[in-house]
C-alpha cells in the first residue's frame, strides 16, 4: 500500500487490505530498518481485527525521498501520510529511533486521534557514541556489522544453535546485518549516520512524553546494550500513564528474539486502550 503524500511513504498492511474503518496499529522502525521487522506482530494484529500500517520511513527501502535529517521532520512526513490513510483512531508503535518519532507523532497528532503510544527498546536522550557516530559516517560496514553485534543478547551470539537459528536456514544475527545491508544498497550509505545522527540530536523526549494524554506502554529488553533499560527511566518517569513490560533474556531486536513477548503486550495494551478510548 502506498501513502500518497510528499515523500511517498510504504505501508505494509499485514497481509489484509487496510480498512480505515478498524483500530489502526501504526508500526514505526528503528535506525537502517524497515517494515519487515514487525513482520510477525504486523501480521497477527492485522488478522485480529485491527488495520495494520507498518512504515516504511522516508528515505528506507521502498519509501521514497532521502532519509530524514531529525526526528521532527519524520514525525511531520508520518503526520501528513496518515491524513490521506484515512483513519481516525491509532495506536503508534515505535521500536529504538522509531519510538521517538511515535512520542513526537503522539503530540502532533493529538489524544482524539493517538489512544495509546508503545515505546520499545527505547531511550531519552538516545545518545550515539562519538566513536560510533564517526563510523556511521566514514566507516558504514563496519558500523553496521558492530551495531548488528551489540542489537542482539549473549544468549543468541552463537551461530550454530538456537535460538540464533530458530529454524533450518534462518538466523536471527544474519538476517538482521542483511537487512541493513539491502537498505545501504538501494537507499544509500548515507542511511545509517542521517538515522543515529537524528537520535543523537533529538532533544524533546522528555517534553513529547510530559504531554501526552493517552496511556503509554514500554516495552524493554533486559539485555538490551543499545539501549538499557535505566536509559528509558528519564521517559518512564515524565510519563502521565506509563505501564512498562520488560523481556527477559532479550537485546535490542527484541521483536525478533522475543517475537510472542511483544505480540502479547502489544495485543494486551491495545485492547485495553482503545476500549478506554470507546468508553
Avoid at 537507499?187 to 549516520?193: I, P, T, W
Avoid at 520488560?246 to 525478533?256: C, D, E, V
Wanted: hydrophobic share 45%.
Amino acid at each position: 500500500m502506498d501513502l500518497v503524500e510528499t515523500p511517498r511513504l510504504y505501508a505494509y498492511t499485514g497481509g489484509k487490505p487496510f480498512d480505515a474503518t478498524l483500530p489502526t496499529i501504526v508500526f514505526l522502525h528503528g535506525g537502517e530498518h524497515d517494515h519487515s521487522v514487525w513482520i510477525l506482530q504486523s501480521r497477527y494484529m492485522a488478522h485480529h481485527g485491527y488495520g495494520v500500517l507498518a512504515l516504511d520511513l522516508p528515505g528506507h527501502m521502498r519509501s521514497a525521498g532521502p532519509a530524514l535529517a531529525t526526528i521532527e521532520s519524520m514525525a511531520e512526513h508520518i503526520a501528513a501520510a496518515l491524513k490521506a490513510s484515512g483513519t481516525e483512531r491509532l495506536i503508534l508503535v515505535g521500536h529504538s529511533m522509531g519510538s521517538l518519532v511515535a512520542l513526537e507523532l503522539g503530540t502532533m497528532l493529538g489524544d482524539k486521534k493517538v489512544q495509546g503510544v508503545v515505546l520499545i527498546a527505547t531511550a531519552f536522550p538516545m545518545h550515539v557514541s562519538d566513536a560510533l557516530l564517526s563510523a556511521t559516517k566514514s566507516s558504514p560496514t563496519q558500523a553496521m556489522e558492530m551495531i548488528n553485534v551489540w542489537s542482539h543478547s549473549a544468549s543468541i551470539m552463537a551461530f550454530d544453535r538456537k535460538p540464533s537459528n530458530p529454524g533450518p536456514g534462518f538466523s536471527n544475527v544474519w538476517s538482521n546485518l542483511r537487512l541493513m545491508q539491502r537498505i545501504a544498497q538501494r537507499n544509500g550509505s548515507d542511511v545509517l549516520h542521517a538515522d543515529f545522527a537524528a537520535c543523537n540530536a533529538y532533544q524533546r523526549g522528555a517534553q513529547a512524553v510530559a504531554a501526552l494524554t493517552c496511556p503509554a506502554l514500554f516495552i524493554l529488553a533486559a539485555s538490551d546494550s543499545m539501549t538499557p533499560t535505566r536509559a528509558a527511566q528519564p521517559l518512564i518517569d515524565a510519563c502521565k500513564d506509563a505501564t512498562v513490560v520488560t523481556l527477559p533474556g532479550t537485546g535490542h531486536s527484541l521483536m525478533a528474539e522475543s517475537p510472542d513477548g511483544v505480540r502479547e503486550a502489544l495485543q494486551r495494551f491495545a485492547a485495553r486502550a482503545f476500549e478506554r478510548a470507546a468508553a
